[in-house]
């Protein structure tokens, strides 16, 4: 008998065939059952007489939740049927039946108990219809890239130094009493490949010891961070639309199925296309002001000022000329008003934050000492960055893209921790 996954039986209809899997739930009804069958793929629905199989019937009666089996059977088109499909199951082998209660019942549980089960709770439809969005996330993002023309250059976990701040930085022991941070971001590194390789991202996890305990952070997320010799802000901007638009498309073409199990409205989707609307920080403030947020000019955004931002538009929003001093040590001024940073960052609709901040980098030695000096940073660390304005140093512009933020975005989700796998917290690392 062919084994067949649950989100092929459409090209099955009519002939007997097996599946591997897990039952999902479980109705009985007198001479009938009405087991649900999932594996990873999909859910099925099957059907059982006791009359016509005895032996299935008998092995299914009473079968807990999430035991694991391999059932055979027909099937049938069937427009009742949740999916549309409908199996009339003739043999099934158990492989293990539970025998203690599944954590996970088929009814509301509170966050706090599914996190403590997340291990499990990642076989729920749902969890795992936003995980294979961040899948389709993640290719469509490095095939962009890719036809664009970057290339992957993978930046280390363990660095000497921090790239946002010396706060949030996890601090590691390293080898012979020497200390190790967990990286805020590839930038630094990819700064460095840009200049051998050209056009080049990273894309892998970064960590903020970060207290916020806001729906938009993680100490543990995924940044996918492009960066360009010779390219401007402007460049930048263009790339992130590019990226945005095409992550936000394919998955719309690609998990139609997917956003339904999450009951998303893509039609707030389908509208993303470039140019997103661009606004100086300047006009920002003047937009909270109006909106009756008293934000001062020369303070940064939170999630309420982001929100305001973004609500006018149902696309993301640029905004570009943030003052320096709320900015990083590493972001280049811009010549006519040199207390304004060529920096950026994208917010996303429908209260999703900031999903990109980048801009253009210093490219002066002289200017980036003097800003390690005002930041408080040590020098020793950083020269091998030094090196990199003492040796063909070029005008060069990146940004960094939050995953988490992205994924959450389009599946909807209420607060990123759902969109990846093992959410890491400020209270939770297991499991
Ligand atoms: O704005 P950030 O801190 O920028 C950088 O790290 C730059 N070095 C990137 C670059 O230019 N190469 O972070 C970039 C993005 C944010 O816009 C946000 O989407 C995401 O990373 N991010 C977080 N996502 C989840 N949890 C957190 N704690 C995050 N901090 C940043
Ligand atoms: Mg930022």
Redo the contacts with the bound molecule.
Sequence with gaps: MPVVSIDQVASHVGKEITLRGWLYNLRESGKLIFPQFRDGTGVIQGVVSRTENPDAFQALSGLPQESSLEVTGLVRADARAPGGYEMQVTAVTIIQKITEPYPIQLKEHGVDFLLENRHLWIRTPRQAAILRIRDEAIFAAREYMHKQGYVLTDSPIFTPSS??GTTNLFEVDYMDDRKAYLT????LY?EATAAALGKVYCFGP?F?A?R?KTR????E?W?L???AAFARMDDMMALAEGLITHIIQSAVEHCPKELDTLKRDVKLLETVRPPFPRISYDEAIEILHKHGNPTPWGEDFGGDEETILSSEHGRPVIVHHFPSAIK?FYMQPDPQRPELALGF??LAPEGY???????ERISSYELLMERLRQNDLPEEPFRWYLDLRRFGSVPHS?????L???VAWITGAEH?REVIPFPRTIYRIYP
């Design positions: 790239c946002e805020q971001s590839g930038q990819v970064a903020r970060e916020s938009r952070h993680l100490t997320f940044m961070e492009p960066e990083a960052d994208i934050g900031e999903i990109v901040g980048g801009g990146g940004f960094g893209l939050g988490e933020r992205t990123i």
